[in-house]
């Protein structure tokens, strides 16, 4: 056997949504066109900011980032699923496998970290705007978003490098219908009492701190967008963040309920409907809330499409 002789299992099947042809070939278009809506949407974004010298901002820059991470997370996921879908193979290698795993929770911990990143950023142009220049310089957004994707790489390496270290022997069938660390270790021959402890570990990081202090920016902003008088002030301040709110409450939502569900059968369906949410609707509904929200991306997105026409 290869992977380093770790392992007597070389492949392993998914579990898929449904054995009706029917369903499959519906589930198959929605996914098609979730797919294609997070490709199209995240890297016009990309683009449009790229292009677009106004909108070279730190707000902006964290959301080149964002929509990179976004392309990371669904190219992950759903290609394979959509391939699972069309000629019915619900198998994924071994190595196949821990690839997916290694580029899913990379791209879902630097999501994490990066929105904590931009309620920051959020924070300092809201409650003091006269040193916005000064703390959010050039050097700071480049040294947060390069601590953003490397603590991420460095927990994705540990994750999958744990299990990488691990026996499967018996059964191959995960729950799931993608390689997630929790329905790995389930199916594990060996201990697995380092990778539950560094999951827990990471979940406290990653999970609950960056919650809280995304919650305590937000905590201050709101109480200094209520210290404004005028009601047009206040409409404005909370439109430059209303956008990134939504992301968060959306992305933290299914966050939560992954994580705090009982372990039942029918919370293992529900969990598969939670993963299509961060892994495929997410990604294909971020661009719109953020072009659809905000007037300077709107604008800068039609400067191009004339420039471009």
Not at 28 to 49: D, E, P, Q, S
Not at 56 to 80: E, R, S
Not at 105 to 123: C, N, V
Not at 200 to 206: G, K, L, M, R
Request: with cysteine; glycine share 6%; charged share 10%.
């Amino acid at each position: 056997m290869s992977a380093g002789n770790n392992t007597a299992v070389v492949e392993f099947i998914l579990q898929g949504f449904s054995e009706d042809p029917q369903v499959r070939g519906l589930l198959l278009v929605l996914f098609l066109l979730l797919y294609l809506m997070a490709l199209a949407g995240n890297g016009l974004i990309v683009t449009v900011i790229t292009l677009s010298p106004g909108l070279h901002t730190p707000m902006y820059f964290f959301l080149v980032n964002l929509a990179i991470l976004d392309i990371v997370c669904t190219t992950t996921v759903l290609p394979k699923l959509l391939e699972s879908l069309l000629v019915q193979v619900d198998t994924i290698s071994y190595q196949g496998c821990l690839t997916q795993l290694f580029f899913l929770i990379w791209s879902l911990g630097a999501e994490l970290l990066l929105l904590t990143a931009m309620a920051f950023d959020r924070y300092v142009a809201i409650c003091q705007p006269l040193r916005y220049g000064t703390i959010m310089s050039w050097p700071l957004c480049a040294l947060l978003a390069v601590a953003v994707w490397t603590f991420s790489a460095i927990n994705t390496s540990v994750h999958t490098g744990l299990i990488a270290k691990l026996t499967f022997c018996g059964p191959n069938h995960i729950q799931h219908f993608l390689c997630e660390a929790p329905s790995l270790l389930l199916l594990s021959c060996s201990p697995t009492t380092v990778n539950n402890v560094m999951i827990i570990i990471t979940d406290v990081y990653f999970g609950v701190v960056n919650f809280f202090l995304t919650l305590a920016s937000y905590g201050y902003i709101v109480a200094s967008i209520l210290r404004i008088r005028s009601a047009s002030g206040k409409r404005r301040a909370f439109s430059t963040c209303s956008s990134h709110l939504l992301v968060v409450t959306w992305y933290y939502s299914t966050l939560i309920y992954t994580y705090f569900v009982p372990g039942s059968g029918a919370s293992m369906e529900n969990g598969k409907v939670v993963a299509v949410l961060y892994t495929a609707v997410s990604p294909a509904v971020n661009p719109l809330i953020y072009t659809l929200r905000n007037k300077d991306v709107k604008t800068a997105l039609q400067k191009v499409a004339l420039a471009s026409w």
